[in-house]
């Protein structure tokens, strides 16, 4: 099997999972890390038994043929055009990008070098939507009507060590989180055709509470933090987003579709696992445990007792097998440029304009056979 050696720019928050799965990936092979901050690079170099370099240097490694971008969203994409620039594959953190036209000016630099792009969220790929999608295209519930998505917490700042890019634009409840669950959308059902949207900031700034160098600390909110909308998908579909970082508590199911012969329950797109729950006509909810299937079993987190399945880097490992199949892979930068244009769309949205079209399209990913799914990690 020919292996890709690959490289990590941007060793934050993000980092450590990454750094686990890597080296697990079937061909891939992790070969050094980088960051602005040198002291942060050295820190993940050393726990993870790897060499530290600045961003030039990685860039400009020969035995690195991918570049994981880690980065803060606001530079994703310039900094994904500098890997392209020199001669490596990309696979990005979502989102893509924050701004449309220079995210696509960096894909058509990639497709011009014969070069990949891909982007999270790759949990899509997880035993979870592999099921719930198995259960539409084998007809189980018909075809999809409508259904409702719920993305709704309280924000990062009780977490994240430093959250204030959450509340910049690129931020956000909609271009933070939107991005799990329009993937696991696009991939059950396909692309996007229209958006209405309203939206509204009600807190102009956020307190700190997490542990780490910010607490106790204000950070200013500048962009929406509560977002309500309709997406009208190509296929008819109309699913109703509910997204908001203003949300102590809620009851909501994370994806629940609504098709012609039944109902679907798919489990919360930032995982990979979860039981999908299922009801034809008017009978009980009947359950799929995904825990034994391939990126299904828990493995999460590694300090405390399992209780969820990540398998961030199954996307790398994929774009590495499609690769080498020269075949199109899942998570492509097609995908992440069509995600980025309905997230403007929503957060850009003016009610009184009516229906935002949304230009782009995307083909819908191949649905990922079981073996598939197991051959990416080893």
């Given amino acids: 099997m020919e292996v890709f050696g690959v490289g990590i720019i941007g060793c934050g928050n993000i980092s450590g999972i990454y750094l686990h799965n890597l080296p697990k990936g079937a061909g891939l ?74 995210t696509k000016a960096m894909l058509d630099q990639a497709d011009a070098a014969g070069l990949r792009v ?6 899509f790929l997880g035993a979870g939507a592999r ?16 259904g409702q998505i719920t993305i709704m ?19 956000g409840p909609v271009m933070d989180m939107l991005p799990y669950y ?3 959308l696009i991939n059950l059902i396909g692309p996007v055709a229209r958006v209405r949207s309203v939206n509204s900031a009600p807190f102009s700034e956020r ?15 500048s962009t929406p933090t509560t977002l309500h909308s309709l997406l009208e998908f190509e296929n008819g579909a109309q699913i109703i987003s ?39 006509g008017r009978e009980d909810w009947a359950v799929h445990d995904t825990g034994a299937m391939p990126m299904g079993v828990n493995n999460w987190p590694l300090n405390k007792e399992f209780d969820r399945a990540n398998y961030r880097a199954a996307g790398v490992a994929e774009m590495a097998m499609a690769i080498r199949e020269n075949r199109p892979h899942r998570a492509n930068g097609a995908l992440a440029l069509h995600v980025l244009d309905v997230m403007l769309a929503i957060v850009n949205a003016n009610p ?26 080893v």
């Avoid at 307190?207 to 909110?221: E, I, R, Y």
């Avoid at 009851?251 to 039981?275: A, W, Y």
């Fill in 207 to 221: 307190l700190v509470t997490s542990d780490g160098p910010m607490k106790d600390q204000t950070v200013p909110v």
């Fill in 29 to 102: 092979e992790l070969r050094g890390v980088a960051d602005i901050v040198p002291a942060a690079a050295q820190a993940k170099a050393d726990e993870h038994g790897v060499p530290a370099y600045t961003v030039d240097e990685i860039l400009a490694r020969d035995d690195i043929q991918i570049i994981l971008n880690l980065t803060i969203p606001d530079v994703h994409a310039q900094v994904s055009a500098q890997i392209v620039g020199a001669g490596k594959h990309v696979y990005s953190e979502k989102p893509l990008g924050v701004d449309f036209a220079e």
């Fill in 153 to 171: 917490n309280h924000g990062h700042e009780h977490w994240h060590p430093n959250p204030g890019f959450y509340y910049l634009p690129g931020g």
């Fill in 352 to 377: 009184e304009d009516g229906p935002t079209k949304i230009e782009t399209t995307v083909a819908q990913p191949d649905l990922m056979t079981e073996e598939q799914a197991a051959a990416l990690f």
């Fill in 118 to 123: 891909s982007c999270a969220p790759d949990t």
């Fill in 131 to 146: 099921v719930a999608r198995g259960l539409i295209a084998d007809g189980t519930v018909g075809d999809i009507l409508s």
């Fill in 242 to 280: 509910a997204a908001s970082f203003d949300v102590w508590k809620h009851g909501n199911r994370p994806i629940e579709l609504h098709g012609t012969k039944g109902s679907l329950r798919v489990p919360d797109p930032n995982h990979f696992g979860g039981d999908v729950e299922v009801a034809i």
């Fill in 182 to 184: 329009l993937n696991a």
